[in-house]
């Protein structure tokens, strides 16, 4: 399976926020994330699914529970189940990559 860029098309998920889901299985899905501009609040989320996230470019302060991180582009970050965590992007058009399993099914 590949899924070239020219193909993906972006969802809005809110003013700030696009998303395309790139590729899933019954087991995995893979998210592109763009980050219209700089944010300065983020509200924390959980989610049953296991995340890893890809920093593709741009800086972002990462929350998860009561720790905080500042990432930029080659960073990974993984949340086990239900940990709760979320991102402010620091600078406009950051992008990430977010990876799940199981898969997200609210993302289909």
């Known amino acids: 399976m590949i899924s070239y860029q020219k193909d993906q ?4 998920v809110d ?5 395309c889901v790139v590729t899933h299985s019954e087991e995995i899905m893979a998210v592109r994330v763009r980050f219209t501009e700089v944010a300065e609040e983020t509200a924390l989320h959980s989610h049953p699914e296991e995340q890893v996230t890809y920093i593709v470019k741009g800086k972002f302060q990462f929350f998860e529970e009561n720790q905080e991180y500042l990432v930029g582009p080659g960073d990974f970050l993984r949340f086990e189940s239900d940990v709760r965590h979320g991102c402010i992007p620091l600078e406009a058009g950051s992008e990430l990559i977010d990876t799940f399993t199981p898969i997200r099914k609210d993302f289909l």
């Open 9 to 12: 098309v972006f969802q809005q």
């Open 15 to 19: 003013e700030n926020t696009e998303r």
